[in-house]
């Protein structure tokens, strides 16, 4: 045998082996996150919210703005699956279109979270010394901060800055 036809040999053995060998790394990995029931759950709940978010004009019975005088508070029912709010808006319609809007900005925002925290501690890291300890100490004072509190704080002051501006929150 010649040393190409060996070498193709070997790749034609590797090539039958490797989706076996990738078959029992996925079934590996599915075994692990299928063994805590915690996990099974967050991920059915996960998924049920991105398929309703896909679903959404399909699977809600109303426009989610739209306003019914008429059914103002009222509880559930088969033409409003979980009720009315104060303005006769449809809950479930809400909370699906509501859905698609968190599934856009969540997996984004952790992005530039991701891209601002990288940068930081990259230029913490390269140039040591007076920077990285300013950093280290605004790092610790957000750390030490009760989350609960800084989100309280931040909606806020959020919420009277959408209000003044364009009168966004009015149509909410």
Do not use: C
Not at 34 to 45: E, F, M
Not at 95 to 113: D, E, I, K, M
Not at 140 to 169: C, E, H, N, Q, W
């Amino acid at each position: 045998m010649t040393t190409d036809s060996k070498q193709t040999a070997v790749m034609a053995e590797r090539r039958t082996e490797a989706p076996s060998e990738e078959r029992g790394r996925l079934l590996d990995a599915l075994s692990i996150v299928t063994a805590q029931k915690i996990t099974v759950v967050g991920l059915a709940i996960v998924l049920f919210w991105v398929f309703a978010a896909a679903a959404a004009p399909l699977i809600t019975t109303h426009p989610p703005l739209e306003e019914d005088s008429t059914a103002v508070n009222e509880g559930p029912s088969a033409e409003h699956w979980l009720g009315t709010d104060h303005k006769g808006r449809d809950i479930w319609s809400r909370l699906v279109y509501g859905s698609r809007v968190v599934l856009a900005l969540a997996p984004t925002s952790v992005f530039f979270a991701l891209l601002v925290g990288t940068t930081i501690g990259l230029l913490g890291g390269y140039y040591g010394g007076w920077i990285d300890d300013v950093i280290m100490r605004i790092v610790d004072t957000i750390m030490a901060f009760p989350r609960i509190l800084l989100y309280l704080v931040i909606i806020a002051a959020s919420s009277k800055t959408a209000r003044r501006s364009s009168g966004l929150l009015d149509r909410i």
